[in-house]
C-alpha cells in the first residue's frame, strides 16, 4: 500500500515525521556538499525527493540552525534576477561532520535493506 | 517583491507575523534570517504569476511551505510537565497580585481619608507583588513562548504589567530621580527665601532645564545601547517588548537628542 494512503494512521504520522526530521538535516548537508546553494534551491532540490519534505518552510529553521552550530555559512552574492541573494555552503566543520553521518545512514539502510529484503 | 493583490498582502503579513511569533524566543536560530528567506521563497515561486498576485495564487504556495508553528526544533518546545509548573506558577501569582490590589484599597482609603492610625494598623502588600512578579517571571521561562501557557498567560499578565510600569518609569528617569534628590534640599531652602518675601529669579526653569537635559543625556545612552542590543529589552520586559526595534531605539536616541539640546540652550541662557 502506498504510504499516502495511510498518512492519517497516527503512529505512521508519528513515526514518519521522527524520521524526516534527521533525515531533513543529513539531506541538505549532503545537497550543498561541493557546492553553494541559494536558499530557495536546497527547497526545491529536496522536495523532488518524494516523502522528504511534507512543510516547505521546515527546511528554512534547519538551515538557520545549521549556521549557527557552524556546519554551513553563507554568503551575499548580487543577482540577475532580482535582490542579491544568500548562498549557503559547507564549512570545514559541516564536511568533516557529514562524512560520519553518510557513513552511519549507509550503515543503517543496509541493515534495514537486509532485514526487508531491500 | 512581486506586487501582491490587498487580500494576498494581508495573508502574507500575517503569515509572516506567524513567522515571528513562532520563532521569537528559539535561541537556536535566526528568525530575521528565516523570516527573509520565507519572502525570497515567495518571491521565487511567484514569479511569472500575473500581478498584483491574487490569493488563490499564494494560499497553495504558504501552504506548501507548511504551519510556522511546526518549524519550533523539538528542543526548543515545552515539555508537558514544565508547562504543568508554569501554569501553577501562574494561578499563585496571580492569587497574590489579587491580595496585593484588594490589601492596598483599604490602605489607599486610609491614605485618602488621612487616618494615620487606621493606616498604621493594615499590612503594606507592597511586598506581595515582587513575589508575584517573580513567580509570573518563572512561569514564562518554564515555555518557549507565552502562548504555549494557553489562557493562564492572561493570570501572569497582571503582576508583570504592574512591575513593568515600576521599572519602566525608573529606568526612562533615572537621572532625574537622583538630580531630584540633590536638587530637593536647595530647592527647600530657596522656598524658604521665597516664603520670607525674597525672589529668586528663573530657579524652577533652571532646576527643570538640568534634569530635562539629564533625561535628554541618559535617553542617548539609551538609545545608543538599545541600537546595538534591541533584544535587551526583550528580555527585561517580556513578553511585551517584541515590538521594539532598532528603529524605536532611533526614535528614542533623537528625543532624547531634541530634550538635551532644547534644554541645554535653555540652562545655558538662563546661567
Known amino acids: 500500500m502506498p504510504y499516502t494512503e495511510i498518512m ?8 514518519a515525521t521522527q524520521l524526516r526530521k534527521g533525515m531533513l538535516e543529513l539531506c541538505i548537508l549532503n545537497a550543498i556538499k561541493g557546492t553553494t546553494l541559494y536558499g530557495y534551491d536546497i527547497v526545491r532540490k529536496l522536495r523532488d525527493i518524494n516523502g522528504l519534505v511534507i512543510s516547505e518552510g521546515t527546511i528554512y529553521p534547519i538551515l538557520s540552525r545549521l549556521k549557527r552550530e ?6 551575499i552574492r548580487e543577482s540577475t534576477e532580482g535582490p542579491a541573494r544568500k548562498y549557503y555552503e559547507l564549512t570545514a566543520k559541516g564536511e568533516k561532520t557529514l562524512s560520519p553521518m553518510n557513513h552511519y545512514w549507509h550503515d543503517i539502510k543496509s541493515g534495514t535493506d537486509s532485514l526487508t529484503g531491500g | 517583491m512581486v506586487s501582491l493583490s490587498e487580500n494576498a498582502k494581508n495573508r502574507f503579513d500575517d503569515y509572516l507575523k506567524e513567522v515571528r511569533d513562532s520563532l521569537r524566543d528559539c535561541t537556536t536560530v535566526d528568525a530575521d534570517e528565516i523570516e527573509q528567506n520565507i519572502i525570497d521563497h515567495i518571491q521565487n515561486e511567484l514569479s511569472g504569476v500575473a500581478e498584483p498576485v491574487a490569493l488563490d495564487d499564494l494560499d497553495p504556495v504558504l501552504k506548501k511551505l507548511g504551519s510556522p508553528a511546526q518549524w519550533v526544533p523539538d528542543d526548543e518546545k515545552t515539555d508537558s510537565a514544565r508547562l504543568t509548573q508554569s501554569r501553577v506558577l501562574t494561578y499563585i501569582s496571580f492569587a497574590l497580585t489579587a491580595a496585593f490590589v484588594l490589601m492596598s484599597m483599604p490602605r489607599t482609603l486610609a491614605v485618602l481619608l488621612w487616618r494615620p492610625i487606621l493606616e498604621t494598623l493594615i ?3 507592597g511586598n506581595l507583588l515582587l513575589p508575584a512578579f517573580i513567580l509570573a517571571r518563572l512561569a514564562l521561562a518554564g515555555v518557549w513562548t507565552t502562548k504555549d ?3 493562564q498567560r492572561w493570570l501572569a499578565y497582571p503582576p508583570l504589567i504592574l512591575a513593568y510600569i515600576s521599572i519602566l518609569w525608573r529606568i526612562l528617569f533615572l537621572p532625574a530621580l537622583i538630580i531630584s534628590v540633590f536638587y530637593l534640599p536647595r530647592y527647600w531652602s530657596y522656598l524658604k527665601v521665597i516664603e520670607a518675601g525674597g525672589q529668586i529669579q528663573g530657579y ?3 532646576a527643570v532645564a538640568t534634569i530635562t537635559a ?8 539609551l538609545g545608543t545601547i538599545l541600537l546595538r542590543q534591541p533584544k535587551l529589552l526583550h528580555v527585561i520586559f517580556r513578553p511585551f517588548a517584541n515590538w521594539f526595534n532598532r528603529k524605536w531605539a532611533a526614535v528614542l536616541l533623537c528625543i532624547g537628542l531634541a530634550m538635551a539640546i532644547c534644554s541645554l540652550a535653555l540652562r545655558f541662557l538662563l546661567s
Open chain 2, 214 to 221: 539629564s533625561v535628554g543625556v541618559w535617553w542617548i545612552a
Open chain 1, 8 to 15: 492519517d494512521n497516527r503512529f505512521f504520522d508519528n513515526w
Open chain 1, 70 to 75: 557552524g556546519f554551513v555559512r553563507t554568503t
Open chain 2, 123 to 125: 499590612v503594606f502588600p
Open chain 2, 204 to 206: 524652577d526653569t533652571f
Open chain 2, 149 to 151: 501557557l494557553g489562557r
